[in-house]
């Protein structure tokens, strides 16, 4: 068993809801342990089985086959989510406006390159390993960049957690 921190993309969003006791409850029935949720936006810590890929894979089909919508599944270990975090390349005056957003695998060169042809206006982003670390200058709610757009181009599925969420998923992971 080795400990996780798996993050769901875009759940509890318009119509795909996922309740985070059920989710504790698919990922026991996939052998996990030590099973806890953060939050109702999809971050949940275990031990799991196995592959952590595998165990990623399984999850995203039992949610599907459960609820009807599929939504990637995209863990690290505590460490890596860490290093992440102590990666972060932008000075951060606000945490809540601070992102890392973990990817599926690393983009190719040629679609970073495409990402960086999108203008950004005051907000930043910068690819490093297999996360994208993004700095809004007025909060992920009024961005000047589309991040959406840089996302599609970079042609890899992620999901996106606050500074302030991160650190408390690497606490909880500790504990």
Known sequence: MAKRIILLRAVNVGPAQLPMARLREIAEGLG??????????????A?????????????????????????????????????????????????KYSYV??????????????????????????????????????GAGRPDMKSDSIGRALKVPGTARNLNTVKKLIELAGS
Request: glycine share 6%.
């Open 32 to 45: 996990a342990t030590d099973v806890s949720t953060y939050i109702a936006s999809g971050n949940l810590i």
């Open 47 to 95: 031990d799991v089985p196995g592959d952590a890929d595998e165990f990623d894979r399984e999850l995203e089909k039992a949610i599907e086959t459960g609820f009807g919508f599929f939504r990637e599944s995209i863990s690290r270990t505590p460490a890596q989510v860490e290093k992440a975090l102590q990666a972060h390349p932008f000075s951060v005056d606000e945490p």
């Open 101 to 138: 957003t973990f990817l599926l695998e690393k983009p190719s060169a040629e679609a970073i390159a495409k990402a960086e042809t999108y203008e950004t206006g005051s907000d930043q982003w910068a690819i490093i390993g297999t996360e994208m670390h993004i700095k809004y200058a007025n």
